[in-house]
């Protein structure tokens, strides 16, 4: 199961973009996204996160 971020929390920093192993996260209009078919539920992202935005989905 792939990550998710929750862009109602999502501060928009862009720390976990770099932090991620595979390159999953990008932004998209101003916003971080998680592409399901790349993440591998690692948690890195996660645990990175200042805001807590991110879980699994």
Do not use: L, Q
Not at 29 to 43: F, P, T
Not at 46 to 56: K, L, M, N, R
């Amino acid at each position: 199961m792939a990550m998710k971020i929750d862009p109602s929390v999502c501060v928009n920093c862009g720390t976990c973009e770099p932090d991620c192993p595979v390159g999953a996260i990008s932004e998209n209009n101003g916003h971080r996204e998680i592409d399901a078919g790349k993440c591998v539920s690692c948690g890195t992202c996660a645990s990175e996160c200042p805001a807590s935005a991110i879980s699994e989905a």
